[in-house]
């Protein structure tokens, strides 16, 4: 099998070239890496760093950086990047391999840091986030956009915290590549409270939607599209979903609700999802059940999917999953961008909760999370930042917010300088192995 190319040679046509300089790490004076610099908080914890001839992926050398059986080690390896185009898109990528290192997620790092200058007092950070196996490779990988202003990155790659470990780098890149451009959207949300979630109210909420030009709309908990009496044991798929398939080709837009679903014997509180196409995408079978539902019968779902649609990863929850931050984290974590909550009312706190947690769960993951609700007539649309882009403040019908899913949200963060993509820190930045008592049963 022919070895692969080194990152400085892989340049496809329709991208741009390698800006990482001496990405193989083949040119080295007294012993550190041409055009790399290493760096690390105090002297007494900088890893070893040393050019490495035995363990290669595509050249002749790889990066070694060592912690000799000390704990607290924590250092990096620096490559500044020039020609840089704001408003471009880029893939960086790193390869490595490790030993002793017990965890991958906590000890080995890659961030691209976005500059205007070189020496820029707030620049723009991303983390790395996405691991992939390559035989006895790794791979960390990203894509992102310079930010406006940039002309200049810095490519970190970090060891840390893992006293009898070691990890080789090589075949480090920071490429051009085909950008999606803007991924605008508009998100509709219903409030139609009790009197109004009828056929005849859903109806009209999907109307105003579609003339409205939603991109997908959110309808309440228990959507009551068709008569409840054609069907005393309505299913999913079934005449509901029928329903709202026909209005989803006619508007183009897709539709989430949630319906009575009999699979059998066993009843579910059932979250779909409706394509343009007038197609079932996808389901969710809610799976936090109140006392209330259980003594009427409901059975819980017993999986937390996303789903793959043509505006992104999607996932729903319904009602009192909202109560539980564990199911929104979850979703994100399985790279939903975007969450719907069909809900029938949060009354904590005279309402006030409600607020506190629909923006708490779009803050902490980094999502826009959108909610349909009955009882307490404010049906929200938050963005990842937390601000509230539309409110239904009681008033039955449908409110909408235009969003562009592609942008970043920069935000001063301690522990990074300048400001930072918070939707790649969190991910990267969280600690599993503490989490335990999480999953305990009392």
């Known amino acids: 099998m022919r070895a692969p190319e080194s990152a400085r040679d892989v340049i496809d046509v329709e991208t741009g070239p390698n800006l990482v300089p001496n990405p193989s790490f083949e040119e080295v004076a007294d012993g550190v890496p041409v055009g790399w610099r290493p760096s690390a ?42 020609g840089v185009r704001a408003g471009d898109r880029y893939e960086c990528r790193a390869y490595f391999r490790a030993e002793g290192v017990p965890s991958l997620h906590e000890s080995v790092w890659a961030r691209v840091t976005w500059l205007r200058t070189p020496d820029d007092e707030m620049p723009r950070n991303v983390l790395l ?51 999606t451009g803007p991924r605008p959207l508009r998100i509709a949300t219903a409030h139609l409270p009790k009197g109004r979630n009828t056929p005849e109210g859903c109806a009209w909420a999907l109307r105003l939607a579609g003339e409205g ?58 979250g779909v999802i409706i394509g343009r196409d007038g197609e079932l995408v996808g389901r969710y079978q809610k799976t936090h059940i109140p006392q209330g539902e259980l003594e009427e019968g409901t059975s819980p779902g017993q999986t937390l999917p996303v789903f793959d649609t043509d505006i992104g990863r999607v996932g729903l929850q319904i009602c009192y999953d909202h109560f539980f931050p564990e199911v929104t984290r979850i979703l994100a974590l399985q790279g939903a961008e975007i969450v719907f909550t069909s809900i029938m009312g949060d009354i904590r706190d005279e309402c006030r909760a409600y607020e506190a947690v629909a923006r708490a769960r779009a803050i902490d993951n980094g999502i826009h999370y959108v909610t349909s609700i009955q009882d307490t007539g404010r049906s929200l649309i938050v963005d990842p930042a937390g601000r509230i882009l539309a409110d239904s403040a009681g008033v039955p019908g449908v409110v909408f917010a235009d969003v562009d899913l592609s942008a970043v949200y920069w935000e001063p963060w301690l522990s990074l300088p300048g400001a930072s993509d918070f939707r790649t820190l969190w991910p990267k930045e969280r600690i599993p192995r503490l989490y335990n008592e999480l999953t305990r049963e009392p």
Request: contains cysteine; aromatic residues 6%.
């Open 129 to 179: 986030r996405t691991l992939t196996r390559e035989g006895v490779w790794w791979c960390i990988s990203g894509q992102m956009v310079a930010p406006e202003g940039a002309t200049l990155a810095d490519v970190c790659l970090s060891f840390r915290h893992a006293p009898d470990g070691r990890v080789w780098f090589e075949d480090v890149s920071l490429v051009r590549v085909p950008g």
């Open 213 to 270: 030009g939603a991109g997908v709309v959110c309808l309440t908990e228990f959507t009551q599209i068709v008569v409840p009496e054609d069907d005393p044991h309505p299913s999913v798929p079934g005449l509901a979903t029928e329903a709202l398939g026909e209005c989803a080709r006619r508007y183009r837009m897709l539709i989430v609700a949630s319906l009575h679903d009999w699979q059998g014997t066993l009843r579910y509180n059932t």
């Open 41 to 82: 908080a105090r002297p007494d914890i900088a890893p070893s760093t040393q050019s490495d001839t035995v363990f290669r992926r595509s050249g002749e050398r790889s990066i070694r950086l060592s912690a000799d059986g000390r704990a607290g080690v924590a250092g990096s390896i620096t490559a500044r990047c020039e």
